[in-house]
């Protein structure tokens, strides 16, 4: 068989979303094969050939793949970073190799000729990735440029569009016009300009004969001229037409701040500078993303159709969100109103009085009303009454006219009291009222969390402290906070400097010295301060658990940690190895889910890459300690550690790209043969092995791990009490196949199905919602809502699967796995800002805290064999509808206004609408409560909706949702 040239590797590596015998595949490879984000990784070395030593070379058209030559392994995905630690004196400007001849390459080494004469493919002169311009040539800013461009985005087609789809993994691309429009006064001439931008999917061509493109590290890419490029003429408008890899159906598909660089200096695009994606991005109009895409879009009409289904208003005076375990409300008992609280026996809550206090004041609520509330300490299980929700977070409380009492065994539970009370009432109303009941509770699962990821994009304090509140106030307790990815590291670490003053930025360094390259639309300017001080940890540590809520601490490793790799190199480069995470002899080439190269994983065999492990934990567990909150739980990551070309979506490439990652390190040829535990094709397992025994030298009692790491080990195999796993398959893959193989391996699980769970994903199927859309299109509150944890194949009946199709489950054979808790994810990729934070979780987050608190009636057991789907009527859906239509009503009358308290900026919906042959428009909700305003002006005036009004049949009518304020509403969509 033909060798492939190194220079190669990548490119035949660098693809995203494999679509077919996905049912074969791993969850971390499902993940990839969906195309969670297009990532991918560059090596360079002296600018020379690994076999040849002769300068790879390029030719001057345009690029199929933009790839970079993956000379040197250990090269940082961008093959930047010239560290003489890591590859001598290595000059990076010569060692990348145009995408075009790589390509030939390609038809070159599978078919040993030319795709297009027959005969080998030559090479000219060499380019390169982040060019330097001609020395001899004058370079102007790159603000000139800039400031006189405008860039315009416009979505072609996902199929039937006659593009040449077969460099793309099995056959998948969408086409897509870039209009750059020149504005300047005069001709533009110089062609020493890249113009860089970030996309989720792979750039695979550029059509146009005056630009080429290249590919760079992760999402970044930039368009540069050829040498037919003419300049731009004075107000002149150039189209390119292009070429991306899979399909796109979501208009955040595109980043902003796109930015023009010459040499040195690096501009924005000042239309591309904003959060309003239609300032550079033309509106989708089709949602279809292959010719049977069956999931139905959400205009206007189609989502009043839903409404009108799916949502009554009904009384919600004994509603709770979460749903209490158990409500009786007094037969003949009254009705009353009260002016605010007065708490008796508040010093029983220990440090959790301060958040409960905390709490009322931000809701508004008084603390020296008249009605008083009286806490006390007992034994539950003493009382017939109260013997079966005994247990550390349980409560009891009985409200009469006279007064309310709340009774538990330990604080949380009297917290937790308070927090139903307060649920009650509707703080929005200037007269609150209460009606005579009693309340015994206890939550369904130990663990109820929330995760956020603040390391791909980072959320300030303040967000995390709303957070905090949010949790507490719906009775949420674990704060999965993920601090580490390859994107960011956010903790400052005493003693490792370098992962916040370099890990935490990204900005416009092609050698990664001061920072990591832009990503994820983040620009050329880095943030400073993108990182939590120990200071600020400490303070977060305390906050929350002065409301009930512990902080999980994540820092994911093997994979996933470029940006702990790349800082430990930086700090390399200043003579110190003690804490370096790669081995500089490594010659592995491997192409990591997200596109990395091998930087991307820590180095397992590497006895710097325990010490910065045992240097980590130890700082970390010093915080705690500060803080006075025991680091019990530690989330090691472990997710995804693998060289995705290994997997069954690369079946027809060549061997020689299927490497096991550090299968070439010395290191671990050496741990080979010194510890028998190592297997190379484990290394997921043998790190968090040996994690796992730091964590347990450090008293650390649990460690918690994406279920995908721990695979293939058992709990018996961990020192640490515990050992938990979130489990992330998705129901319409086998998801309900892989939790019971689970079952029996002795680990707690954490439900967080991407499928159900996921709040990076958009709300409902509609080009202008964020997110991704690997494992489900949308992830709505009703599907939140309708999730069931503890029978997973019941939800095959309640929903479809990613292509909007129905699906089948049968529930295995095997005792009812136990599930701990369940947990929302919030992934930040598309996730830039703390408001669209608050957008993406907020309301989900409260569906979740009714599912992981309260066990609905309509929610079946697990009984083997049994099969569900759209057709089987076992669920009883009679029920379902009315919890939901209690929830949701709660959620829009009452719960909203109290997020609005706590400053969190929550997503409104876009409302429903139909003008039927008469001209009258009907409009409605998804959440009652919520005011609608209509227009038939495009927007210039707009009129309250309150019932069905004559707008005229011929009238294109604009709808927006709005809070009681007007301070937050949804976006406008229009009837024609």
Not at 572 to 588: H, I, Q, V
Not at 600 to 616: A, G, H, Q, T
Not at 651 to 664: A, G, N, R, T, V
Request: include cysteine.
């Amino acid at each position: 068989m033909t060798k492939i040239s190194p220079a190669l590797l990548l490119l035949l590596g660098a693809s995203s979303a494999a679509y077919a015998n996905i049912d074969k595949t791993s969850p971390a490879l499902r993940k990839r094969l969906l195309g969670k984000s297009a990532k991918s990784a560059k090596f360079a070395k002296n600018g020379k050939s690994a076999k040849s030593g002769k300068s790879a070379k390029s030719t001057k058209s345009s690029n199929i793949f933009g790839k970079a030559d993956p000379i040197t392994p250990i090269k940082d995905a961008s093959g930047l970073a010239s560290s003489s630690n890591i590859i001598g004196k290595a000059d990076l400007i010569t060692s990348i190799r145009d995408a075009s001849e790589l390509a030939s390459d390609l038809r070159v080494m599978l078919n040993g000729k030319s795709a297009k004469s027959g005969k080998s493919a030559k090479s000219t002169k060499s380019s390169n990735i982040i060019s330097k311009p001609d020395p001899n040539t004058p370079i102007k800013d790159a603000s000139e440029l800039a400031s006189d461009l405008r860039v315009m985005l416009e979505m072609g087609k996902n199929f039937d569009h006659g593009a040449d789809c077969s460099m793309a993994d099995w056959g998948l691309c969408y086409t897509q016009t870039l209009t750059l429009e020149y504005s300047g006064d005069d001709d533009y001439s110089d062609d020493q300009f890249h113009i860089y931008f970030s996309s989720v999917h792979r750039l695979l061509q550029v059509n146009h004969p005056d630009f080429e493109h290249h590919h760079v590290v992760g999402d970044l890419t930039y368009i540069k001229p050829t040498a037919s490029f003419k300049g731009f003429g004075a107000g002149t408008s150039t189209e390119l037409p292009l070429v991306f890899e899979f399909w796109s159906v979501q208009e955040t598909d595109k980043m902003p701040r796109w930015f023009v660089a010459m040499g040195d200096s690096t501009a924005v695009i000042e239309n591309t500078n904003t959060e309003d994606m239609h300032s550079f991005v033309a509106p989708y109009t089709s949602t279809m993303k292959t010719p049977t895409d069956a999931n139905i879009p959400m205009t206007a009409e189609n989502r009043f159709a839903l409404n009108e289904e799916k949502v009554e208003e009904v009384d919600v005076s004994e509603r709770i969100i979460p749903t209490p375990y158990k409500i009786e409300v007094t037969q003949g008992g009254q009705t009353f109103g009260i002016s605010g609280i007065s708490i008796e026996g508040m010093a029983l809550l220990g440090d959790l009085q301060i958040g409960a206090k905390d709490l009322m004041e931000k809701l508004g609520m008084s603390s020296s009303g008249d009605h008083e509330v009286t806490l006390a300490l007992v034994d539950l299980s003493d009382n017939e009454l109260t013997a079966d929700i005994s247990g550390p977070e349980s409560y009891s409380m009985e409200i009469t006219t006279d007064g309310t009492s709340i009774t538990a065994e330990e604080p949380a539970g009297l917290f937790h009291g308070i927090m139903s009370f307060i649920g009650l009432l509707n703080v929005a109303d200037s007269e609150l009222s209460l009606k005579e009941m009693v309340i015994n509770d206890k939550p369904r699962f130990k663990y109820r969390g929330h995760q956020v990821d603040t390391a791909r994009n980072f959320r300030s304090k303040e967000a995390i402290m709303k957070t905090i509140d949010a949790m507490a106030l719906w009775k949420l307790n674990v704060m999965h906070l993920a601090f580490t990815n390859d994107e960011g590291w956010r903790l400052e670490i005493p003693g490792l400097e370098e992962l916040t003053s370099v890990g935490s930025k990204r900005c416009f360094d092609p050698n990664e010295d001061t920072c990591l390259l832009v990503q994820l639309g983040s620009g050329p300017d880095a943030d400073e301060k993108q990182y939590y001080t120990r200071e600020d940890y400490i303070e977060l540590l305390k906050y929350a658990e002065e409301r009930n809520v512990k902080i999980l601490p994540e820092f994911n490793m093997p994979a996933h940690a470029r940006a702990a790799v790349i800082s430990m190199e930086a700090r390399s480069k200043k003579g110190d190895d003690m804490y370096r995470l790669t081995d500089p002899e490594d010659e592995t080439h491997i192409l990591t889910i997200q596109f990395y190269d091998r930087t991307s994983i820590i180095n397992p065999c590497l006895d710097s890459s325990v010490r910065f492990v045992e240097k980590v934990v130890t700082e970390v567990k010093k915080m705690h300690d500060e803080a006075g909150v025991p680091l019990d739980s530690y989330h090691f990551g472990g997710d995804e550690a693998k060289n995705i070309l290994l997997g069954a979506g690369f079946s027809s490439y060549p061997d020689e790209l299927k490497e096991l990652p550090f299968s070439k390190s010395p290191a671990c040829q050496a741990k080979i043969l010194e510890d028998p535990s190592f297997d190379i094709e484990k290394i997921a397992n043998y790190w968090a092995i040996t994690v796992n025994k730091i964590l347990a030298e450090n008293g650390i009692k649990e460690m918690v791990a994406w279920e995908d790491g721990l695979r293939g080990t058992t709990k018996d195999q961990y020192e640490t009490d515990s050992v938990a796993i979130n489990f992330w398959e998705t129901l319409f893959w086998g998801g309900v196949n892989g939790l019971a193989d689970l079952a029996d391996d002795g680990f707690d699980i954490i439900m967080s199905n991407p499928d159900y769970l996921y709040f990076d994903f958009p709300y409902e199927v509609n080009p202008e919602e964020r997110g991704y859309y690997w494992a489900a299109r949308f992830n709505s509150v009703y599907k939140v809502f309708t999730f069931a944890p503890e029978n997973l194949a019941q939800n095959a009946e309640t929903s479809t699967d990613r292509d909007g199709n129905e699906m089948s489950v049968t529930t295995p054979e095997v005792t009812a796995p136990s599930i701990r808790g369940m947990q929302g994810q919030t992934w930040s990729e598309t996730i830039r800002t703390d408001d669209q934070y608050y957008e993406m979780a907020f309301p989900r987050v409260l569906a979740v805290a009714e599912r992981a608190w309260h066990r609905a009636s309509w929610e079946l057991d697990w009984s083997s064999g049994v099969t569900y789907n759209a057709t089987t009527g076992l669920v009883p859906k009679d029920e379902l509808a009315a919890d939901y239509n209690g929830f949701v009503t709660k959620l829009g009358c009452h719960e909203m206004f109290k997020m609005k308290q706590l400053g969190i900026n929550y997503r409104v919906p876009p409302p429903g609408g139909k003008v039927d042959g008469s001209g009258i428009l009907t409009a409605n909700s998804e959440l009652p409560c919520t005011a609608i305003v209509y227009s038939t002006d495009a927007g210039n005036t707009w009129s309250e909706y309150s019932e069905p009004v004559g707008v005229g049949a011929d009238k294109v009518v604009s709808l927006k949702s709005v809070t009681s304020d007007g301070a937050l509403m949804s976006r406008v969509v229009v009837i024609n």
